[in-house]
C-alpha cells in the first residue's frame, strides 16, 4: 500500500523542483517515450495494476509523493516502471488494513503516471505520481502477485457558464481566507489558484491540500459535474474555516487569560515592592482588617469576642506560611460565621400553627397540642413582657435562666410520622428546619467537635448545623436517638446530655471552638422507636410524647386525604383517573399490612397505582375505580388473615393469645402449650428473655397449686411432660406481662377447654395467683384491635390506662378488668364439657386433646369470632 508522504505541490514540475533527494537514496527520473498529457483525453488502457492508497485520493491534474514499503506494492511498482509507468490509485476504506482486499477498496479511483522513483537503502521507495484521469474498476482479474483489474474510463462533466465563475470565485475567497488562519499554507499556492482557468483543476488543486475526511476526499473525486465539485468544497471549506476560526478564538482567550494573569502578578509584585517602600500594609493586613470587621459585624458574645480578637491578633504576628496561621484563620472562619444573633421571627398565630399541622397530619392530637401550648406561651410573654422582663428575671434569678426552647422526644414505631412531624412544625412555627441522624453515631467528637489540637480538627454536628441553616433558633430534629452506639472513643449520647439540657444547654462548648454558644432557643426534637435503649439521665432531660400505632380507621382517612392523592401525583396521575373505594383501602389495611404506622400502606397503594399507570400508559386502561375485587386481581392474593389466623391457631386447647409491644407497635402473639408421658417435668422454648422464662415458671407453679380446683389428678405431672413454646422462635422475647396468657394456655391445654378465639390478655401474675399492671395498654389494644379482637383482659389497675385508647377503639371492644387469675380463666375458657353445650370428646392417652367436636360452644365460639 502507499501512504501519503509530504503536502503536495499544485504541479509536477513545481514538486519536482521542491524534492531533495538524501545522500543514500537513488534518484530515477523516468522518461516516457510518448508524452502524456492530462487534458488530451489520456488513453486508458482496458488492465491497470491497482496501488491500494492508505488515507489519501489522488486526484487527475495534481501530483502527489508516495511511500511504498510492503513487498506487494514494491514489486508493483517495478513491474510498473518497467512498462507503461501507468498505474491505478484507489483509496481503501479502511485506513488501519495493512493489506486491503478487493472488497476492501472504493471503486472508483485515478489512472497515474510515475514521474519520479527514489529508493532507500531499507528497501522502500519513494514515489512522485502525477494524475491523470478517472477511472472505475469493473472486475478483478488477478489478486498475486499483486491487484489487476480491468478498469473503464469515467469522463468527467465541465460546465461552463455564470454559475461555474461565481462558485469559482467564491471558493478561491473561502480559500484565500483559510490561507490566512492556516500559516502553513506557502503563498505560491494561493497565487496558482488565483491564476488557475480550469474549474475542475481548481477544485482538485484545493482538495488536494486542505484537511479533509476520507470520505470527503472520495466524494469530491466520485462526483461527476464539476458544479457539484464545486459546491461541495464551497461547504468544506466553510465549516473549516468556522472551526479555525473557533480555534483562533479560543487560543487567544486563553493567551489573553494567561497574559492577564501573568501581568497581576507582575503588578502584584511591583505593589508589594512599592507598599514595602511607602511603609503601607501588605495582603496579610487585608486580610487581619477584613477578619476584624466581620468580629465586629458578627454581634459576638462578649466571651467570643475576646477570643476572636486574641486569636487575630496571633495571627497577626505570624507568616501567612506557617501552619498555624492556616489553624488560626479556619478557627476565625468558624467563629465569624456562626449565627450568633441571627434569628428568625416566630409565627405565634396560634389559628395559622393548627392549620399546618392538620393539612400535613391526621391524628396525633398530642402532639399538635403541645406545638400550640408552646406557641401559646411564647406569644403571652412576647405580648405582656417582652424582652425587658426577660432580661430583669435573668438578672434577678442567676441560678434558674427562663428556657427559650422546648426538648420533645417522639416515641412510636416506624411509618407514624415522626420523623416528617418535625418539618410540619417547623413550617408552622415559621423556623428553618434540619434534620441529624444519630443512628450508627458512636464517637463523641461528632457531637461536641475535636480539639483544635488534631489536623484537621473541626466543630461537632451541632455547630455544623447551625452554621448551616444561618439561624440561631432553628428547629433541629435528631433522628433514631435510640440507636446511637459508644465505644473507645466515648458516649455521644453523654454529649447529648449538655445540649439537650435546658438548665445548660445555654452555654454549650463545642471542643473545637472552645467557647460558650447559646442553644436555648434551639427547638430541639428527637425520635426513637423505644425507650428502653435511651439512657436514663437523658430521658429524664426530654418530654415524651408517646406516638402509637394508627387505628383502622385513622389508617383509612390518612389513606384518603394523603397517601392516596401523593401517590396519584407521583406515578404520573390525574385525580380523575384512579380512585380507591373504603372498601378497597380497608382490604388494603386488613388483609394486606399489619403495622402499626402507614409505609407498607403507602407501599401496596404505590404498587396498585403502578399497574393503573402502566394500563393507562398501554392503553388498556382509561380510569379505575379499585374496587376489592380489582385491589386482588392487581396485587394478588391477602397476605394476612384479618381474623383466620386467630381462630385458626385458637382451635385447639393449650392456644391462649397474647399482647406484646415491639418497637414497631403492639403485637399478637400466641403462646402454645402440649402435653406428651413422661416424667421430665416443665420445658419452655421460644427465645425467652429471663423475665419471660421467670413468668413460664410462676405460671406453671401457680398452675400446679391449683390442681385440685381444676380437677387434675394427683399424679398427674409425675406421668407427664409440659412444653411451653412462643412463636415465632427466631424472634427473641421478654417482659412479664405474658404471665397470664402462660398461664390461661396450661389451664386450657390440663382442662382440655379452648381458649375462646376473639379474646386476648395481658397481665402480669403472681405466684399467689394476683394479675399485675402493665405497660403498654395503648399499643397493645390497637394492635388487638387490627387483628380482628373484640374482647380484652387487662389488669385493673390499668383501667386509667384506656383513656388514652381511642374513643372509636373503645366503642367498638369489649375490656374485662382482672384482678386474679381466675377471673382470666372465667372470662377466657370455653364452658366445661356438659354446660350450655354437647361435651368434647374424650382426650387420647398422650394427646393434646387435637380432636373437637362441632356442638354448639364450637358453633357460638366461631360465629362470634367471625363477627
Not at 350450655?836 to 362441632?854: C, E, I, L, M
Amino acid at each position: 500500500m502507499a501512504d501519503r508522504k509530504k503536502q503536495p505541490a499544485s504541479t509536477a514540475e513545481e514538486l519536482l523542483q521542491s524534492v531533495t533527494i538524501a545522500d543514500d537514496e537513488q534518484d530515477v527520473i523516468l522518461k516516457s517515450e510518448e508524452p502524456i498529457e492530462a487534458d488530451s483525453g489520456p488513453r486508458v488502457p482496458e488492465e491497470l495494476p491497482i496501488l491500494p492508497l492508505r488515507g489519501l485520493v489522488v486526484y487527475p491534474q495534481t501530483a502527489m509523493p508516495l511511500n511504498i514499503g510492503q513487498p506487494r506494492s514494491v514489486r508493483l511498482v517495478d513491474e510498473v516502471v518497467a512498462g507503461d509507468r501507468l498505474i491505478g490509485l484507489v483509496a481503501s476504506k479502511n485506513p488501519e488494513l495493512e493489506t486491503p482486499g478487493p472488497e476492501d477498496i472504493y471503486q472508483i479511483g485515478t489512472m497515474a503516471v510515475i514521474l519520479r522513483l527514489f529508493r532507500a537503502p531499507d528497501g522502500t521507495i519513494r514515489l512522485l505520481v502525477q494524475g491523470l484521469a478517472r477511472i472505475r474498476v469493473d472486475g478483478y482479474t488477478s489478486q498475486e502477485p499483486f491487484l489487476k483489474a480491468n478498469v473503464t474510463h469515467i469522463p468527467e462533466s465541465v460546465e461552463k457558464g455564470i454559475e461555474v465563475e461565481a462558485l469559482m470565485r467564491n471558493v478561491i475567497d473561502q480559500f484565500t481566507k483559510l490561507a490566512d488562519l492556516v500559516p502553513s499554507i506557502p503563498g505560491e499556492l494561493i497565487t496558482s489558484a488565483l491564476n488557475v482557468e480550469d474549474p475542475l483543476q481548481l477544485v482538485y488543486a484545493i482538495a488536494t491540500y486542505i484537511r479533509l475526511s476520507l470520505e470527503n476526499y472520495q466524494k469530491i473525486l466520485e462526483l461527476n459535474s464539476v458544479v457539484d465539485k464545486l459546491r461541495l468544497l464551497m461547504n468544506i471549506l466553510n465549516k473549516e474555516i468556522e472551526v479555525l476560526e473557533l480555534g483562533r478564538k479560543i487560543q487567544t482567550e486563553a493567551q489573553t487569560e494567561i497574559e492577564r494573569v501573568q501581568r497581576e502578578y507582575f503588578l502584584r509584585e511591583q505593589l508589594k515592592a512599592i507598599r514595602r517602600e511607602l511603609g503601607e500594609e501588605d495582603d496579610q493586613a487585608v486580610e487581619v482588617e477584613e477578619f476584624r470587621q466581620r468580629i465586629e459585624a458578627a454581634k459576638m458574645s462578649e466571651e467570643a469576642a475576646r477570643e476572636a480578637t486574641r486569636e487575630l491578633e496571633r495571627m497577626a504576628r505570624l507568616s501567612p506560611a506557617s501552619a498555624e496561621y492556616g489553624v488560626i484563620r479556619t478557627y476565625l472562619d468558624w467563629l465569624t460565621s456562626l449565627p450568633w444573633q441571627k434569628r428568625t421571627d416566630d409565627n405565634l398565630d396560634i389559628a395559622h400553627a393548627r392549620k399546618v399541622l392538620d393539612e400535613d397530619h391526621y391524628g396525633l392530637k398530642d402532639i399538635k397540642e403541645r406545638i400550640l401550648e408552646f406557641l401559646a406561651v411564647r406569644r403571652l410573654r412576647t405580648e405582656r413582657f417582652g424582652k425587658s422582663f426577660e432580661r430583669v428575671i435573668q438578672a434577678e434569678n442567676s441560678v434558674r435562666r427562663d428556657r427559650e426552647g422546648a426538648i420533645l422526644c417522639f416515641v412510636g414505631p416506624p411509618g407514624v410520622g415522626k420523623t416528617s412531624l418535625g418539618a410540619s412544625i417547623a413550617r408552622a412555627m415559621g423556623r428553618k428546619f434540619t434534620r441529624m441522624s444519630l443512628g450508627g453515631v458512636r464517637d463523641e467528637a461528632e457531637i461536641r467537635g475535636f480539639r483544635r489540637t488534631y489536623i484537621g480538627a473541626m466543630p461537632g454536628r451541632i455547630i455544623q448545623t447551625l452554621r448551616r441553616v444561618e439561624t440561631h433558633n432553628p428547629v433541629i430534629m435528631l433522628d433514631e436517638v435510640d440507636k446511637l452506639g459508644r465505644d473507645f472513643r466515648g458516649d455521644p449520647a453523654a454529649a447529648l446530655l449538655e445540649v439537650l439540657d435546658p438548665e445548660q444547654n445555654h452555654e454549650f462548648r463545642d471542643h473545637y471552638l472552645d467557647i460558650a454558644f447559646d442553644l436555648s432557643e434551639v427547638m430541639f426534637i428527637t425520635t426513637a422507636n423505644e425507650l428502653d435503649p435511651i439512657p436514663g439521665p437523658l430521658r429524664d432531660r426530654m418530654e415524651i410524647i408517646t406516638l402509637s400505632g394508627y387505628t383502622e380507621q385513622e389508617k383509612l382517612e390518612i389513606a384518603r386525604q394523603y397517601l392516596v392523592p401523593r401517590q396519584i401525583r407521583e406515578n404520573g396521575l390525574r385525580p380523575g383517573e384512579v380512585k380507591f373505594t373504603d372498601d378497597a383501602l380497608l382490604m388494603l389495611i386488613r388483609d394486606y399490612t399489619r403495622e402499626a404506622g402507614v409505609r407498607n400502606l403507602e407501599r401496596s397503594i404505590g404498587s396498585a397505582m403502578r399497574k393503573v399507570a402502566t394500563g393507562i400508559a398501554e392503553g388498556t386502561r382509561k380510569r379505575s375505580r379499585i374496587t376489592p375485587k380489582l385491589l386482588e386481581d392487581l396485587l394478588g392474593h391477602p397476605r394476612f388473615g384479618y381474623r383466620e389466623e386467630i381462630r385458626d391457631r385458637t382451635d385447639l386447647p393449650g392456644v391462649a393469645t397474647g399482647l406484646s409491644v415491639t418497637p414497631f407497635g403492639g403485637d399478637v402473639l400466641f403462646i402454645e402449650a402440649t402435653q406428651m408421658p413422661g416424667g421430665k417435668g416443665f420445658q419452655y422454648t421460644g427465645q425467652l428473655g429471663e423475665v419471660m422464662q421467670e413468668s413460664a415458671r410462676a405460671a406453671f407453679s401457680y398452675i400446679r397449686s391449683r390442681a385440685n380446683a381444676l380437677s387434675i389428678a394427683e399424679d398427674y405431672f409425675d406421668k407427664h411432660d409440659i412444653h411451653l413454646h412462643v412463636p415465632a422462635g427466631a424472634v427473641p422475647k421478654d417482659g412479664p406481662s405474658a404471665g397470664v396468657t402462660m398461664a390461661t394456655a396450661l389451664a386450657s391445654l390440663l382442662t382440655q377447654r379452648a381458649v375462646k378465639s376473639n379474646v386476648a390478655m395481658t397481665g402480669e401474675i403472681t405466684l399467689r395467683g394476683m394479675v399485675l399492671p402493665v405497660g403498654g395498654i395503648k399499643d397493645k389494644v390497637l394492635a388487638a384491635h387490627r387483628m380482628g379482637i373484640d374482647t380484652v383482659i387487662l389488669p385493673r389497675r390499668n383501667a386509667p390506662d384506656l383513656d388514652d385508647v381511642p374513643d372509636d377503639v373503645r366503642k367498638a371492644m369489649t375490656f374485662i378488668l382482672a384482678e386474679k387469675v381466675d377471673d382470666v380463666w372465667q372470662a377466657a375458657l370455653e364452658n366445661p364439657p356438659g354446660k350450655n353445650g354437647s361435651a368434647r370428646p374424650k382426650q387420647g392417652d398422650g394427646s393434646n386433646g387435637t380432636g373437637r367436636g362441632s356442638g354448639s360452644n364450637g358453633s357460638q365460639r366461631r360465629k362470634r369470632s367471625s363477627n
